[in-house]
């Protein structure tokens, strides 16, 4: 199993063990996942489910940020074909900011992101990272979606996400680049980070995991803000770790733990949203942004 396919598993067994779904769904989840009937469920019996198995939905007002501005559908060309997202114009743009999605791939709520950023003054394109595989939208099933993104070889996803990144500069010419992404995508910017890319002048990870043995050595114009929950076990038992990668490599950076908060906290659509963190983080983030890609 790769390290991208046991870090989506154990996303199912958190939120079984959070009591967000039940075991007839985590089990459905990781036997799309590729594990057995067997190692599932001893998997979800070493857990002890907490709460409902039919939570109610986000609670709080809107999303964090202002209202998104419209985002226009694209395409462009990617290492193996074409790839596909969503960018969002800012009027006069400060700069530029790749945003990585989820584990469920392109969503609405990944698109509004994007379109919050250009209300915000930064351009912003949402890429697809199953673009290969037909595109977010070919899967019916969330679960399927998430297993075809469990199945790519990291280095696709490095080269695709470059890929976003020179259609961000075609699209905003001269102006300095940024990467965000959440859970999933969060891992995604570490590991873009830890390939060298040359070009981000920051990056902003929420709750995502560090690759194992990060040297981040090659991304050293990159100032870097992490981004965590404190109720994130999972996800935080890799922070000290991207601290000390993030020092080794000496790059500017801020880690910021929100109190309260759980894993998605910033997602407006998921159970966990936690809308005075979601608040904060954007705030905190637009600030990063105003310091760093000037």
């Known amino acids: 199993m790769s390290s991208i396919n ?33 190692v599932a469920g001893a998997m979800l019996a070493a857990c002890s489910p907490a709460g409902t ?31 596909q997202g969503a960018f969002a114009a800012a009027a006069d743009p400060r700069g530029s900011v790749l945003v990585i999605h989820e584990n469920r791939g392109l ?41 075809a993104l469990g199945a790519v ?18 699209r905003t010419p001269a102006k300095s680049l940024a990467a965000m992404g959440f859970c999933f995508g969060g891992g995604m910017v570490w590991q873009l980070l830890a390939a060298g890319e040359p070009r981000l002048r920051a990056a902003v990870p929420f ?10 050595s090659g991304s050293r114009g990159a100032a ?19 601290r000390a990668a993030l020092e080794k490599a000496g790059l500017k950076h801020e880690i910021v733990t929100y109190p309260g908060a759980n894993h998605a906290f910033f997602n407006d659509t998921g159970q966990r949203y936690d809308p005075t963190a979601a608040t904060q983080a954007y705030q905190r983030l637009l600030d990063w942004f105003g310091t760093n890609l000037s």
């Open 153 to 170: 070889p990291p280095a696709r996803f490095i080269a695709d996400l470059k890929a976003g990144l020179d259609e961000l500069l075609r």
């Open 107 to 147: 969503t609405d709520h990944i698109r509004s992101v994007a379109g919050r950023l250009a209300a915000s003054g930064y351009s912003a394109l949402a890429i697809d990272l199953l673009s290969e595989e037909g595109g977010t939208a070919k899967f019916t099933d969330p679960a399927e979606a998430t297993a």
């Open 53 to 83: 198995s039919e939570p109610s939905g986000p609670s709080g007002t809107g999303p964090a940020g202002p209202s998104a501005l419209p985002t226009q559908a694209i395409t462009f060309p990617g290492p193996q074909g074409t790839l």
């Open 207 to 216: 709750y995502g995991p560090l690759p194992d043995a990060a040297d981040l």
């Open 224 to 242: 870097v803000l992490g981004i965590y929950a404190e109720l994130d076990t999972r996800v935080n038992a890799t922070r000290d770790a991207a």
């Open 6 to 38: 046991e870090y989506l598993t154990s996303e199912v067994v958190v939120d079984y063990s959070d009591g967000l779904i039940n075991r007839r769904e985590a089990l459905h989840r990781l036997s799309v996942l590729g594990v057995g009937l067997a």
